[in-house]
T-cell receptor, first 119, second 108 residues
Framework: EAGVTQFPSHSVIEKGQTVTLRCDPISGHDNLYWYRRVMGKEIKFLLHFVKESKQDESGMPNNRFLAERTGGTYSTLKVQPAELEDSGVYFC?????????????????FGNGTRLTVT | KNEVEQSPQNLTAQEGEFITINCSYSVGISALHWLQQHPGGGIVSLFMLSSGKKKHGRLIATINIQEKHSSLHITASHPRDSAVYICAADPDGNQFYFGTGTSLTVIP
């Protein structure tokens, strides 16, 4: 099966420009998560989709970030306008829902990330 | 083939038990991270290791660079330790290769 794919793998943009990152989860995975790692620091949660609905967007840093998941398939994360401090690696992960699974964990599958550099 | 393999995938323990979660990796690393994911998806960084052993409260993380293996131990486990624990290999200080996580449930 194809894994989680993210596009582009690298993006270099100037401050003030707009960038859109894309994540294609594994087919059939209802849960989709966005995370980011700012240079050398710890990874931080951004938001969680269940199908097309935002389950938790408490990690979104500010209103320059907009995430969508139309139709509950792929997701996009748009940064507009980009600032220098937005540079880092943006990761996406997906997992299945396990109906009635309770505490049983559905494995998380991460993409390779998009390395964003804002100059 | 995954660059990072974790075991077990799911683990249920009684309160007070000693818990071990294992992580094997195949890539060269500058560091190995242990992360804790809460039910909503938020991730907390527990440890970043490049050699030896680190301890924080009841959590202990060890790494064997030659064997490319790391373990996370929890002593005197408690229900509040219930979470998903993720191992991530860090080749260059910025990228990650993630394991698929270990779901821990600690029963009172």
């Amino acid at each position: 099966e194809a894994g989680v794919t993210q596009f582009p793998s690298h993006s270099v943009i100037e401050k003030g420009q707009t960038v859109t990152l894309r994540c294609d989860p594994i087919s059939g995975h209802d849960n989709l998560y966005w995370y980011r790692r700012v240079m050398g620091k710890e990874i931080k949660f951004l938001l969680h989709f269940v199908k097309e609905s935002k389950q938790d967007e408490s990690g979104m840093p500010n209103n320059r970030f907009l995430a969508e998941r139309t139709g509950g398939t792929y997701s996009t994360l748009k940064v507009q306008p980009a600032e220098l401090e937005d540079s880092g690696v943006y990761f996406c992960a997906s997992s299945q829902d396990i109906p009635g699974g309770g505490t049983v964990h559905s494995p998380l599958h991460f993409g390779n990330g998009t390395r964003l550099t804002v100059t | 083939k995954n660059e990072v393999e974790q075991s077990p995938q799911n683990l249920t323990a009684q309160e007070g038990e000693f818990i071990t979660i294992n992580c094997s990796y195949s890539v060269g690393i500058s560091a190995l991270h242990w992360l804790q994911q809460h039910p909503g998806g938020g991730i907390v960084s527990l440890f970043m290791l490049s050699s030896g052993k680190k301890k924080h409260g009841r959590l202990i993380a060890t790494i064997n660079i030659q064997e490319k293996h790391s373990s996370l131990h929890i002593t005197a486990s408690h229900p509040r330790d219930s979470a998903v624990y993720i191992c991530a290999a860090d080749p260059d200080g910025n990228q990650f290769y993630f394991g698929t996580g270990t779901s821990l449930t600690v029963i009172p």
